[in-house]
């Protein structure tokens, strides 16, 4: 099939990415503007001026089309619409007043109560499979709290959202994992690389970073006086109950590791939290589905609706990843990668295939989700070359998404968001974006130990005959999460 061509040469194929790109960071970064929708909004604008830019353009716009009923970018929405209800059931029982509750229980103050905020927040985003969600309703609880029992309000908004983000990287039903796990197909079987199986490899990465946090976060967050009145400003802040809310996220993470099938996983989780919820009073009947003059809600509609606007944004940088394929774009940087001395080993190619990862994250304001649909292909067809197992593709594409680029003050627009989280406390002064930076201790320790596993080979494994994890010598690694099937 004949190539799109473009005024300019295959460079003018990059326009659409190139604009959507520069309009995330101008959204993040300089009008420090959250939403799904204006970065859509932004990635079709791209996609209109590019057209102007191709020589045929009934052909552009069928690739577009193309791009967008990619098998890939159907799955990737099915399952987002799945979880978003589950995360939204998990958020409605707001589970973090019961860890309040917990810790009060047995008086933790200063470095320790760091440390169970930090876990804590942890366990939040994996059960809700967003860091927003953990950041938006963890924080206005923990945060304050922290204080009052003496941390240092600068470690902890950046301890917090440190926590937020783990859950980004290693929840099952998180976009990143379900984003990084589908763009990985198998070399020598159907399919991409299933989620639950990304989760339990990735597993050692995110725990090994959380716990040297915790001890780094212990040293350092401590050290300031605990404000009078603590009990009873605490007060408002827990409730016992909703820790129960911790079994169905339980059964949840294990039928998705243990058979690597999300859609059981979240049926498993609904049916078993819903009533939970119920019974134990932290919904009522009309929470779950309602209408109210017109106006719907309840944690299923919440659910869908929530996960919207990050479907649309699929639909439109599928779009613009249709029209690079059709004009061989995306084979041109992937040949440029594979012909270059340092990608001519794995280790060399992860290399290459991180560091690329990294700065265009960092350059789309740590937007992972853009980031990661725009290097899924690259690390998809390089890892393929070199035969790497898409398990550990995906775990290096999410990771170091997650990691460094989240991180950096004036850059991150989680950084941001925090900051703007911290001001409103009479007892808190607001923090700056350097301040909130001094507490991503999480995710700098992430990205050295995701950097460490290439130089040493840690977790790179080959894709077998079947598309086993393999090891370079060629022996086929036997696990239970690898004899599954299941998305």
Request: with cysteine; hydrophobic share 50%.
């Amino acid at each position: 099939m004949e190539k799109l061509r473009f005024r300019g040469g295959i460079f003018s194929a990059f326009i659409p990415l190139i604009i959507f790109a520069v309009g995330v960071l101008l959204l993040f970064v300089i009008w420090r503007g959250i939403d799904f929708i204006a970065l859509s909004t932004l990635a079709f604008v791209g996609i209109f001026i590019g057209s102007l830019f191709c020589k045929d353009f009934d052909k552009y716009w069928e690739s577009v089309a193309k791009g967008i009923a990619d098998p890939t970018s159907i799955l990737i929405l099915v399952v987002l619409f799945v979880v978003g209800m589950f995360g939204a059931l998990i958020k409605a029982c707001d589970i973090s007043r019961g860890f309040v509750w917990l810790a009060n229980s047995v008086n933790l103050t200063g470095g320790a109560f760091a440390i169970f905020v930090f876990i804590v927040t942890c366990i939040i985003s994996t059960a809700t499979g967003s860091s927003f969600a953990a950041l938006f309703t963890g924080f206005p609880i923990f945060y304050p709290a922290a204080v009052m029992l003496g941390c240092d309000p600068a470690v902890m908004a950046g301890l917090i959202l440190s926590g937020a983000i783990f859950g980004d990287n290693l929840a099952p039903i998180s976009d990143t994992t379900i984003l990084s796990a589908t763009t990985q197909h198998y070399k020598n079987k159907e399919g991409t690389a299933e989620i639950g199986g990304c989760v339990a490899t990735r597993a050692k990465y995110s725990l090994v970073s959380a716990a040297i946090s915790i001890v780094i976060y212990y040293f350092i967050a401590g050290g300031s006086s605990i404000v009078d009145g603590t009990n009873e400003l605490l007060a408002g802040s827990m409730n016992s109950k909703s820790l129960i809310m911790l079994i169905p996220v339980t059964a949840a993470l294990y039928i998705s590791i243990k058979t690597r099938n999300i859609f059981q996983a979240m049926v498993v989780g609904l049916i078993s939290g819903t009533p939970i919820a119920l019974i134990f009073g932290l919904l009522t009947p009309k929470d779950i589905f309602y209408v109210i003059d017109g106006v719907p809600s309840g944690f299923l509609y919440n659910g869908i609706n929530g996960m919207v606007g990050v479907v649309v944004l699929i639909i439109s940088i599928f779009g613009i990843m249709g029209v690079m394929q059709e004009a061989g774009a995306i084979d041109y940087v992937i040949n440029k990668m594979l012909s270059s001395k340092i990608a001519q080993t794995p280790m060399g190619a992860e290399l290459m295939l991180c560091i690329s990862m990294t700065l265009v994250t960092i350059f789309m304001g740590a937007a992972q989700d853009p980031a990661i649909l725009t290097m899924g292909p690259v690390f998809d067809k390089v890892g393929q070359e070199k035969n790497i197992h898409p398990y550990r593709r995906a775990n290096l594409l999410d990771g170091f998404s997650n990691s460094l680029p989240v991180s950096i003050p004036f850059i991150s627009c989680y950084i941001f968001m925090t900051s703007q989280l911290s001001a409103g406390y009479d007892f808190i002064a607001p923090l700056t974006a350097i301040q909130v930076s001094k507490g991503m201790v999480y995710n700098v320790v992430l990205f050295i130990t995701l950097f460490t596993s290439i130089f040493i080979g840690w977790g790179r494994y080959y894709e077998g005959p079947n598309g086993e994890m393999m090891k370079e010598d060629g022996t086929i690694i036997k696990s239970k999460y690898i004899k599954a099937k299941g998305i």
